[in-house]
């Protein structure tokens, strides 16, 4: 055709040459919200199924959520209760965190062997008792080498915590269902990772810097 003349290929090609309106604009802008409710959505249906299959799986999730926070705020904290309690300098808490590490791989390993004997279930309960004997300790033994002597020994429990936890987890696990229930491990965890540093908060305010450190974290 000649210049004059717009067909309608053309004014269908600058239609969609054109930029955003203010409306299409303001569309792309609301989508992610339903796919964010959708999303939310799923998971709770992924729950819901996983109830109605298993019920001893979602206690085990909400569970171990809790326990796992308060493993990882032994971590986040313990630095803060050394050098704020217990007087470590900046290098001796560096210290004490590389030999935590070590103490709590080593706890993994052995506990590894205990979980092979007598099961996941055994090693979590174990070791959580243990850290709680550990914490109680602390409150009542004064000095850099209580915090040493105990808070070794809390990590030494942390370790066959962890790695029990998801040991557990895959035997609860339905063949084909790892990625999924091993994603609600992880959303678990995430969703009441403000318990630790509440619980922290709180106990210090409620009883001082020593007590209250060693009963919130």
Same mark, same amino acid.
């Given at each position: ?6 067909? %309608? $290929?053309?004014?269908?090609? @600058?239609?969609?040459? +054109?930029?955003? /309106?203010?409306? !299409?604009?303001? =569309? &792309?802008?609301?989508?992610? %919200? $339903?796919?964010?409710?959708? @999303?939310?959505?799923? +998971?709770?249906? /992924?729950?819901? !199924?996983?109830? =109605? &299959? ?9 569970? @171990? ?23 470590? @300098? ?128």
């Amino acid at each position: 055709m000649g210049s004059g003349v717009l067909t %309608a $290929p053309d004014a269908a090609r @600058s239609q969609h040459a +054109l930029p955003p /309106t203010r409306d !299409r604009r303001r =569309r &792309r802008l609301t989508r992610p %919200a $339903p796919r964010i409710l959708a @999303s939310y959505r799923d +998971l709770f249906r /992924t729950i819901a !199924r996983v109830w =109605r &299959r298993s019920p001893a799986t979602v206690y085990f999730l909400l569970s @171990s959520a809790i326990f796992r926070d308060g493993l990882a705020g032994i971590f986040t904290f313990g630095g803060v209760l050394a050098a704020g309690t217990f007087g470590f @300098s900046m290098s001796e808490v560096i210290i004490f965190a590389v030999v935590a590490n070590i103490a709590a791989a080593l706890g993994a390993i052995v506990g590894g062997k205990f979980d092979d004997a007598a099961g996941p279930r055994a090693v979590i309960v174990v070791s959580l008792l243990g850290i709680m004997v550990a914490g109680s300790v602390l409150l009542y033994w004064e000095g850099s080498t209580a915090f040493w002597v105990c808070g070794l020994a809390l990590c030494l429990f942390v370790g066959p915590a962890q790695a029990a936890s998801r040991t557990y987890l895959g035997r609860l696990t339905p063949s084909g269902r790892d990625g999924e229930m091993y994603g609600l491990y992880a959303t678990t965890g995430r969703a009441v990772s403000f318990l630790a540093p509440l619980m922290f908060g709180i106990f210090v305010t409620a009883f001082g810097a020593r007590s209250g450190a060693s009963w919130g974290s």
